[in-house]
């Protein structure tokens, strides 16, 4: 196994690492202004608390205009001084036709992608495809573990793939050896990975998990009460669960949440929505997860990395009420 992976996949199992999403900036019409994305992120590092062992910056190279997310952060990143630096990995999302937002796996999607990338960062800590190229996806892993080998990128992530393909990759040739991280979504609302085996199987191979989408697409932020508070636009109007009766029977989770362990406690909403994600590793011991909230604004930033944690009892609680509560309407499920 290459050295960079070891001390990658090593550097994400710490429970003192942080995750940081990007996609907000840039992913968006118009997108952020840059001095407003530059003052949100010198306030990420205002805030993260001093015993931080990294902050990973996740990245998509078709966060919008090609590549303008790599470039907000790396413009960022050029400004801090030598021991920010340190603090900061960065994992990219690539391997798309990004004019299509469809995988290409193929040996030359994937070096076209690589390269695009490279040409703004320079060296990449993880790369990942964005989503699996099932025809290609040989390919796809053969190339990059060239630039791995070649030390242009540290390690390779894993993306929104199922358990079956995670264990297809793993038992591959030797594809595990290069592969730092898987990223899944994770949420109170969307709690899949745990419930079919997925979290079990990564545990059992001492694999992290990078956690999108951990404040449930807005539903544990505070911001969506109703169908009417999503901006117009946005894909998540489309979606089921934020529709009508789908909608009211899904705000009866936030209720459960702000009755029993928001009011009256020192911490909002999404903070606890957070520690929950980061929670999970209590229970799959040999893995850590890493919650990768955004925020555009430097008062989203402050709220959602001013750590806040659960005691067991609490994680209990909710966990046993979870048991009986079912989320209207899937992840990608359409109104």
């Known amino acids: 196994m290459p050295g960079s992976v070891i001390q990658i996949r090593n550097a994400l199992l710490n429970k003192k690492t942080l995750g940081y999403g990007l996609m907000s900036f840039t992913w968006r019409d118009p997108p ?64 798309m036709n990004n004019a299509t937002i469809t995988p290409n796996g193929t040996r030359e999607g994937i070096t076209n992608s690589v390269e695009g990338c490279l040409n703004v960062l320079g060296y990449i800590d993880i790369f990942e495809c964005a989503r699996l190229d099932t025809k290609h996806w040989e390919e796809s892993f053969d190339t990059l573990i060239e630039y791995v080998d070649a030390g242009k990128i540290g390690a390779l ?74 901006p117009k636009g946005d894909f998540r109007a489309m979606l089921k669960r934020f529709q009508g009766d789908a909608m009211a029977h899904n705000m009866i989770l936030v209720k459960f949440l702000e009755e029993n362990f928001i009011e009256g406690k020192d911490r909002t909403l999404p903070q606890l929505a957070l520690a929950w994600v ?58």
Do not use: W
């Not at 229970?283 to 750590?307: D, H, M």
């Open 157 to 230: 992530s894993l993306s929104e793939v199922t358990k079956e393909q995670i264990e297809m990759i793993f038992n591959k040739k030797n594809y595990k050896d290069y592969i730092a991280s898987v990223e899944l979504e994770l949420s109170l609302f969307s709690k899949q990975i745990i419930d079919n085996g997925t979290c079990d199987y990564l545990n059992e191979n001492g694999i992290p998990i990078v956690c999108y989408s951990p404040l449930g697409r807005g539903l544990l932020t505070n911001q969506i009460k109703s169908a009417k508070d999503i």
């Open 32 to 95: 952020v202004p840059f001095e407003q994305a530059a003052n949100t992120m010198r306030e990420l590092l205002k805030t993260v608390p001093s015993d931080t062992h990294k902050i990973l910056f996740n990245l998509g190279e078709f966060y919008g205009e090609p590549f303008l997310n790599l470039k907000y952060a790396k413009n960022f990143i050029d400004t801090l001084d030598a021991t920010e630096k340190k603090k900061i990995m960065v994992s990219v999302k690539g391997g």
């Open 278 to 335: 980061r929670k999970n590793s209590s229970t799959f011991k040999n893995i850590n997860f890493i919650p990768i909230p955004s925020g555009t604004t430097p008062e989203r930033v402050r709220e959602n990395f001013t750590i806040k944690d659960l005691t067991d009892e609490e994680y209990e609680k909710i966990n046993d009420f979870l048991k009986s509560f079912k989320t209207s309407g899937d992840r990608y499920e359409m109104a």
